[in-house]
């Protein structure tokens, strides 16, 4: 009787870790992600370092420098508090070239929040998978044609590609 308890037990506690799995490989976005993944791969990447401020969103994909959490000095504290050994920043853009859907995907994993007019945006949706070359994620947000700051914060590399895209 105390076995089985014990084996209903165990398997009840890893019951909710693996539901928590994210998928894994290309096939599993919840929408195609080809053009954001060339972004996020392409050799012309605009590189910048955090901090930096950009006229227009670049038509492909960025490498953003990133430093400890404390030295990125992020406009506003990140929505989810970075992990210990992470890394972090951000760029800030003028204004989407015009108000609408734009997916921001991620090369690796990260928290991205999307500043504008004081406040985070909230993603209207959100895919993830890992196992894919070049995206590990990608979200989509309503952006008006104001200023803008993109924060990344929870990385465990120095740099990260971004892509900023209109959603199709």
């Known amino acids: 009787m105390r076995r089985s308890i014990f ?3 165990v398997l009840f506690a890893a019951a909710p870790a693996r539901a928590a799995e994210e998928p894994s490989g290309c ?3 919840k929408w195609n992600i080809d053009h954001e ?10 590189k910048l370092v ?3 401020e950009l006229a227009a969103l670049p038509a492909t994909g960025m490498m953003l420098g990133l430093s400890a959490p404390a030295e990125a000095k992020l406009p506003m504290p990140p929505e989810r508090a970075p992990k210990e050994g992470t890394f972090a920043g951000f760029t800030s ?15 690796a994993g990260g928290w991205v929040d999307v500043v504008q007019d004081g406040h985070a945006l909230k993603p209207k949706a ?6 894919c ?6 979200m989509k947000y309503e952006i008006s044609a104001s200023p803008f700051v993109l924060q ?5 590399e120095n740099s990260i590609s971004i892509a900023i895209l209109p959603s199709k």
Do not use: E, N
Request: aromatic share 10%; net charge positive; glycine share 10%.
């Open 7 to 9: 084996i209903a037990f």
């Open 27 to 29: 096939d599993k976005f």
């Open 37 to 46: 993944r060339a972004a996020l791969t392409a050799p012309d990447r605009v």
């Open 50 to 52: 955090s901090g930096s």
């Open 93 to 107: 853009f003028k204004a989407a070239p015009k108000a609408g859907i734009y997916t921001v995907s991620l090369s």
């Open 126 to 131: 959100f895919s993830g998978a890992t196992d």
């Open 133 to 138: 070359d070049g995206i590990r994620k990608t």
């Open 152 to 156: 990344v914060s929870g990385t465990k």
